[in-house]
């Protein structure tokens, strides 16, 4: 029962606003047909430069995630580095003790 009311009176906009839109198409055409030699040529113009600049803006975009993407890397690698370093100075270290071992055997075994 009360959607009845609302629902007419929302028809009855929606009417208004149709036939509103029929009778500014019916005068404007003949205006959009006289200055078509203008209007298609500066809105295919106005469609180019707002392709053009939502373009650059992509790739600046682009490029600017790229260099955030370049900066974290480097910050992580120098992050990794020094435990790498440390480990590979330990590693070199325990090489070097076995092989000082290993002569001492070896110098062990061939004395008389």
């Known amino acids: ?6 629902g007419g009176t929302l028809l009855a906009l929606a009417g208004l606003t149709l ?5 500014g198409l019916a005068v404007a055409t003949p205006v959009f047909l006289i200055c078509s030699p ?3 040529p500066a809105s295919l113009a ?4 707002v392709t053009a600049f939502l373009s650059s803006g992509l790739v600046g975009l682009t490029g600017l995630t790229s260099l955030s993407w370049f900066a974290r890397y480097l910050r992580m690698a120098t992050e990794e580095v020094p435990g790498q370093l440390e480990e590979a100075t330990g590693y070199v270290g325990q090489k070097t003790k076995e092989v000082g071992q290993e ?10």
């Open 19 to 23: 036939f509103g839109t029929l009778i």
């Open 1 to 6: 029962m009360t959607g009845l009311p609302i």
């Open 38 to 40: 203008v209007i298609v």
């Open 46 to 49: 106005i469609a180019f430069a």
């Open 103 to 112: 002569i001492q055997r070896k110098a062990q075994e061939t004395k008389p």
